[in-house]
T-cell receptor, first 115, second 113 residues
């Protein structure tokens, strides 16, 4: 079974530039998450989708971050304009919808460095 | 907001020694999950605990969920170099309408051969 796919793996940008990350979850997984993991910390949830709807985006800095999952499958996370403190790994994860599917599967992450 | 505290932040052990990491929440958890993240890698699911007082074992790993469902621990017996990585607990809070996890900051385990 294919895992959660993310791209790009690595990105270096200057502050005030924009960047976009792409995620394709495991086939059939209705729930998709974007997490931000700063070096030395645990993952922090940015946004959760259920199919193509947003369930929770309370921790998403909406003045600069946006995310969409238009067709309920793959998703894009955008940062514009980037700040130095946005340097982190952006992890996409997915989960099955049914009650027995509580395992969250993470992608390998997109490593962002803002200089 | 709800927080999950995890200690210690770092642990260095000699190969063959035991290792324990602890996770605490100020409010009751619906369930708790444990993840392992190798250096440069992504978190990988290890186990989920749901019941009060639950204990689960995976080979040398023993996971416990407290009676009050506010704390949890992961114990590794006779550590090996392959155990190196950061161990995260992640709790789900009761009443949360959507399935969300709050991660601790992790315990980074180093094993000296």
């Amino acid at each position: 079974e294919a895992g959660v796919a993310q791209s790009p793996r690595y990105k270096i940008i200057e502050k005030r530039q924009s960047v976009a990350f792409w995620c394709n979850p495991i086939s059939g997984h209705a729930t998709l998450y974007w997490y931000q993991q700063i070096l030395g910390q645990g993952p922090k949830l940015l946004i959760q989708f259920q199919n193509n709807g947003v369930v929770d985006d309370s921790q998403l800095p909406k003045d600069r971050f946006s995310a969409e999952r238009l067709k309920g499958v793959d998703s894009t996370l955008k940062i514009q304009p980037a700040k130095l403190e946005d340097s982190a790994v952006y992890l996409c994860a997915s989960r099955q919808r049914d009650s027995s599917g509580n395992t969250i599967y993470f992608g390998e992450g997109s490593w962002l460095t803002v200089v | 907001g709800q927080q999950v505290m995890q200690i210690p932040q770092y642990q260095h052990v000699q190969e063959g020694e035991d290792f324990t990491t602890y996770c605490n929440s100020s409010t009751t958890l619906s369930n708790i999950q444990w993840y392992k993240q190798r250096p440069g890698g992504h978190p990988v699911f290890l186990i989920q605990l749901v019941k009060s007082g639950e204990v689960k074992k995976q080979k040398r790993l023993t996971f416990q969920f407290g009676e009050a469902k506010k704390n949890s621990s992961l114990h590794i017996t006779a550590t090996q170099t392959t155990d190196v990585g950061t161990y995260f607990c992640a709790g789900r809070y009761s009443g949360a309408g959507s399935y969300q996890l709050t991660f601790g900051k992790g315990t980074k385990l180093s094993v000296i051969p």
